[in-house]
């Protein structure tokens, strides 16, 4: 009995984030090569919030990739051009700047297709008037890294 009972509380609070995961993973509009692209682009997030380079140019250049190979079009070629631009940046700053053009394209996509509510949340940084994709709730900036890492707000 006690087990039971344990079992459906712990269903009914995992629940809710089971639910949301599978949704996600349901929506069309994250299909295959999205949400790959939306994973390497991530982890580019995650990179330059802690003021690193490390890896940007094979996780941009994995984004490239993945959106001129995908028959179906599902992402605009100006992702792969902006996402080798970022592959390019020889420093924080350029990258910062590529990766500001790259998260205005996927932050466009996800609205025009109504897809990663739950899942992925725009944030907004005022100081540098722009905006990124994260999953978590707590702001990381990419864009001020550890000088600032929590300015900003969540828009969704």
């Not at 984004?63 to 100006?78: F, P």
């Not at 910062?96 to 940084?125: P, Q």
Request: hydrophobic content about 45%; glycine content about 4%; proline content about 3%.
């Amino acid at each position: 009995m006690k087990i039971k009972t344990i079992a459906t509380a712990l269903l009914a609070a995992l629940g809710p984030l089971l639910a949301t995961s599978v949704r996600a993973a349901d929506e069309p509009a994250l299909m295959q090569p999205v949400k790959s692209v939306l994973d390497h682009y991530l982890v580019i997030h995650t990179e330059l919030a802690k003021d690193s380079v490390k890896g940007l140019d094979e996780h941009a250049n994995a984004i490239a990739k993945a959106v001129k190979g995908d028959d179906m079009k599902m992402l605009s070629a100006d992702v792969a051009k902006q996402a080798e631009t970022l592959a390019k940046a020889k420093d924080l700053k350029a990258a910062r700047e590529a990766f500001k053009r790259l998260s205005a394209s996927l932050i466009k996509y996800l609205a025009d297709n109504k897809a990663g509510k739950g899942t992925y949340h725009e944030a907004y940084c005022p100081m540098v008037k722009a905006s990124w994709l994260q999953k978590e709730t707590q702001i990381k900036n990419p864009y001020m890294g550890k000088e600032m890492l929590t300015c900003g707000t969540l828009k969704n």
